[in-house]
């Protein structure tokens, strides 16, 4: 049996001024797009997928497109629980520039947005959400001032940097057209977001798409597998998880 869940692109009541960036949020409401769940028995047939889940005791990312959907989710949680301390900490409207606190709010809400939204899709189509969604995560910054604009900047740069390379990694991973679909869609949104914070750090400079990114001779961005974010983005998520059936 299929477990469905039915999403339409909308853009949402608070993106309707004028943003510095704009896109069109993903609403889990009507049917412009539908992502189908695998049929269970097909998904457990094959020794690449692993429903997510608590193995041995620690929830694991589980493997196939499942495990790839849970990988995003992990990482959307972490960029949207950073921007939102980002937008909400007392130096907000003073140690930001203007510009900053435009771009740093879209950037807040789009990524509230793809952290719901995978988090909505995943309940509807995993055979068992009450054990195989992957819980809130908790995430520790270490010394991170978030009213310094310096940090939060640098950081922010690391984050969607990682974001990119994460999601431009998985994508040989996925094998449902629908679901490869979407993340080209949120990956392009993360390439804007990063090349905005690359922009705040150096205006009018080439480094919004630099050669630390963007390869000079292949015009390509950087790839990266999951073994290689994730010790990255475990450097601010202190709930333990492992991602064992992810390469």
Same mark, same amino acid.
């Given at each position: 049996?299929?477990? !469905? ?6 853009? %949402? $009541?608070?993106?309707? @001024? ?10 889990? !409401?009507? &049917? ?19 429903? %997510?889940?608590?193995?041995?005791? !620690? ?23 950073? *921007? ?60 991170? #001032?978030?009213? #310094? @604009? ?7 740069? =690391? ?17 449902? %057209?629908?679901?490869?679909?979407? =993340? +080209? ?9 990063? $090349? ?6 150096? %205006? ?5 798409? +630099?050669?630390?990114?963007?390869? +000079? &001779?292949?015009?390509?961005? !950087?790839? $990266?597998?999951? $073994? ?9 998520? &202190? ?5 064992? *059936?992810?390469?």
């Amino acid at each position: 049996m299929k477990n !469905v869940v039915s999403i339409q692109e909308v853009n %949402p $009541s608070f993106t309707n @001024r004028r943003n510095f960036l704009k896109i069109s949020g993903l609403t889990l !409401v009507g &049917t412009s797009l539908l992502l189908a769940g695998c049929n269970n028995d097909d998904y457990e047939n094959n020794p690449a997928n692993q429903f %997510p889940g608590v193995r041995n005791g !620690v929830f694991d990312l589980g493997g196939g497109d499942f495990g790839v959907l849970t990988y995003a989710y992990a990482l959307e949680q972490l960029e949207a629980d950073f *921007y939102t301390k980002v937008v909400n900490s007392s130096g907000f409207t003073t140690n930001f520039t203007a510009q900053d606190q435009a771009v740093l709010t879209d950037l807040y809400r789009h990524e509230v947005i793809h952290r719901e939204f995978f988090k909505t899709a995943l309940t509807g189509a995993l055979p068992d959400p009450n054990t195989q969604l992957l819980p809130t995560l908790a995430f520790d910054y270490g010394t991170l #001032n978030f009213s #310094n @604009r310096t940090q939060v900047l640098a950081t922010a740069k =690391a984050l969607e940097d990682t974001g990119v390379a994460a999601y431009n990694g998985a994508g040989k991973l996925i094998k449902s %057209p629908d679901y490869l679909l979407l =993340a +080209g869609k949120i990956v392009s949104v993360e390439a804007r977001h990063a $090349s905005a914070i690359r922009s705040l750090i150096n %205006p009018n400079s080439k480094d919004f798409a +630099g050669d630390d990114v963007v390869n +000079g &001779t292949t015009g390509l961005d !950087v790839a $990266s597998n999951p $073994s290689q974010i994730l010790p990255v983005a475990g450097g601010f998520i &202190t709930t333990n998880f492992t991602a064992q *059936y992810l390469p």
